[in-house]
């Protein structure tokens, strides 16, 4: 399935100082490589962080970016990208503690 031209990306806490050549994603290991969620909407990606919360998974949230839909597999190597999941089929239904 093709993104949409323009998405949203969430953007967690890094320790230390920021890289503005580097953003680390919300994401999750997955066979190898970064299982990464995009919405196609600032409404959906916030309430996926609301649902998240409400159901026990804490996300050091940063800030969340648009990004080119196009261009994310060059932008951000290593990452397998999920259009507007849920926070149960992206987290699982176990909370983080």
């Known amino acids: 399935m093709a993104l ?3 998405v949203f990306v969430i953007v967690v806490e ?3 100082e920021r890289d503005p050549e580097r953003m ?3 994401g999750r290991p997955d066979d190898g490589g970064r299982l990464t969620p995009v919405f196609s909407s600032m409404v959906l990606a916030t309430t996926f962080l609301s649902r998240a919360q409400q ?3 804490f996300v050091k949230l ?3 970016f648009p990004a080119d839909g196009r261009r994310l597999s060059e932008d951000f190597p290593g990452h397998e990208f999920r259009l507007d999941p849920s926070p ?3 987290f699982g239904e176990q909370p983080a503690v």
Do not use: K, T, W
């Open 55 to 57: 159901a026990g998974h």
């Open 62 to 64: 940063d800030y969340i």
């Open 24 to 26: 680390p994603l919300l």
């Open 14 to 16: 890094s320790q230390g």
């Open 88 to 90: 149960e089929g992206f």
């Open 4 to 6: 949409p031209d323009r």
